[in-house]
């Protein structure tokens, strides 16, 4: 069986799934090595800025995948761009960053944009499409404020 240092300690290596593909845990290792190393923390041995960056270049996407972590979180914690783009990191289109918001309760465009962080105009025509196409139903009005929910259908 091969063997890791991790801070010191040896420890069995993060095991393979069926495919042969590295697992969920060598993903994770991969890009918090490389989170630690962009903030400055002290790399393992045998680590370098490089070998962690390939690393992370190589896990990036599938990992982003599994945990719902998108482009714009890993650009705020200092991930440059051309690292993303290499390593398969795209934006999240605006309709489906709105899309996680819906609920069952009712809800106006405004408060989706708000939640969202998007501007009213890509939430309302996320909120057009989705109507239209039956995902959500048209709930009432509260004065002006057109409120919408999931449709249940």
């Not at 045998?46 to 992370?56: I, L, P, Q, R, V």
């Not at 990036?60 to 440059?80: C, F, H, I, N, Q």
């Not at 106006?108 to 962080?117: E, H, K, N, P, Y």
Request: charged content about 25%; some cysteine; proline content about 4%.
């Amino acid at each position: 069986m091969m063997m890791v240092r991790q801070g010191g300690a040896a420890r069995p290596a993060a095991r393979r799934g069926r495919s042969g593909r590295p697992s969920a845990a060598d993903d994770a290792l991969a890009v918090r090595a490389y989170l630690r190393a962009l903030v400055g923390a002290p790399l393992r041995a045998g680590d370098t800025a490089e070998s962690t960056e390939a690393s992370f270049i190589g896990t990036a996407a599938r990992w982003s995948r599994r945990t719902k972590v998108d482009r714009r979180t890993l650009l705020g914690m200092g991930v440059e761009s051309s690292v993303l783009d290499a390593a398969g990191v795209y934006p999240t289109p605006v309709a489906d960053i709105v899309r996680r918001y819906y609920t069952r309760k009712p809800f106006s465009v405004a408060v989706l944009a708000r939640r969202a962080g998007v501007s009213t105009a890509s939430a309302r025509s996320t909120v057009s499409l989705d109507e239209a196409s039956g995902q959500l139903a048209f709930h009432g009005c509260e004065g002006n404020t057109a409120l919408y929910v999931l449709d249940d259908r």
